[in-house]
């Protein structure tokens, strides 16, 4: 075990940070260290926007579904995958567009741009996490894309993903525990002993609901099972390929 591995460890969401708003530096060295992740094949398909005008971070937390939190950070970024900046990059070497577009709008070079900037968060975090700051994710700007990148003011070909609050923690919650790691990780191909599965999950889910217990008060006892399954019969941002096609990122 090193520090680095003790930072990983110890991750959780911040949801309540004090009001003291991150230096130049630190956004600096956390874009940076963002910047340092891998990127497939060099193409660094994304962009990270910091909003610090209150007003956006006010417009921005009511879309994301009033998070409150949204609007009271140390500072609010949005990762975006980015696809305008190889547009540009084709027009300055002499190339028509037509002979890019096919790839512009392929399924698979949205998907670098949203994998590109996974790690890119990632990276961030643990930067931001090993300078004693708290993080949030926030996927809730995808509940309404349209007006976030209005606010945004974000051209054609790029997306905003999700966003991420950072700031000074004025809390520190409990770490839910996470799924067991046989029930994650497998080793050669794909094991397919489903009872076997089945059997984790519901050793999995007396401890979720014990985790729900002490942390309400007696007041909640879900199970992982039943959060995940309410989650899923439940349809979310269906208007997503629509969008993405009115931007000019069909799937195909």
Not at 66 to 73: A, F
Not at 175 to 184: G, S, T
């Given at each position: 075990m090193?520090?680095t591995?003790d930072?990983?460890?110890?991750h959780r ?5 004090k009001d ?7 956004i600096?060295?956390?874009?940076q260290?963002?910047q340092a992740a891998?990127t497939s094949s ?12 209150p007003v ?6 009511e879309?994301a ?19 305008n ?6 027009e300055?070497e002499g190339?028509p567009i037509?002979?890019v577009?096919e790839t512009?709008e ?5 998907m ?7 790690l ?6 643990i930067?931001a996490?090993s300078?004693?700051l ?11 894309l ?5 606010v ?9 993903l999700?966003?991420l609050?950072?700031?000074v923690?004025d809390?520190q919650p409990?770490?839910?525990?996470r799924?067991?790691?046989d029930n ?7 094991i397919?002993?489903?009872s076997?599965?089945?059997q ?8 979720i ?7 309400t008060q007696?007041?909640?006892s879900h199970?992982w099972t039943?959060i995940?399954t ?11 390929k629509d969008?993405l ?5 069909p799937?195909?």
């Amino acid at each position: 075990m090193n520090q680095t591995i003790d930072t990983i460890l110890n991750h959780r969401s911040i949801r309540s940070f004090k009001d003291e708003p991150l230096t130049e530096e630190q956004i600096s060295t956390i874009v940076q260290c963002a910047q340092a992740a891998a990127t497939s094949s060099y193409l660094q398909v994304y962009s990270i926007i910091g909003v610090k005008e209150p007003v956006k971070k006010k417009k921005l937390a009511e879309l994301a579904g009033n998070q409150e939190y949204v609007e009271d950070n140390g500072h609010f970024f949005v990762f975006c995958a980015d696809l305008n900046r190889h547009k540009l990059a084709a027009e300055l070497e002499g190339i028509p567009i037509e002979n890019v577009i096919e790839t512009l709008e392929s399924t698979e070079k949205f998907m670098v741009g949203m994998i590109d900037a996974a790690l890119a968060a990632q990276n961030a975090v643990i930067a931001a996490e090993s300078m004693g700051l708290g993080i949030c994710f926030i996927g809730g700007l995808r509940n309404n894309l349209p007006e976030v990148a209005k606010v945004l003011k974000t051209p054609d070909r790029v997306v905003p993903l999700f966003g991420l609050c950072v700031g000074v923690p004025d809390q520190q919650p409990g770490q839910k525990q996470r799924l067991p790691i046989d029930n994650v990780y497998h080793v050669d191909e794909y094991i397919q002993d489903e009872s076997q599965f089945k059997q984790q999950l519901s050793n999995y889910n007396e401890d979720i609901s014990d985790y729900y217990l002490k942390r309400t008060q007696g007041k909640r006892s879900h199970t992982w099972t039943e959060i995940v399954t309410g989650k899923m019969t439940k349809p979310v941002r269906m208007y997503m390929k629509d969008f993405l096609k009115s931007i000019k990122l069909p799937l195909k």
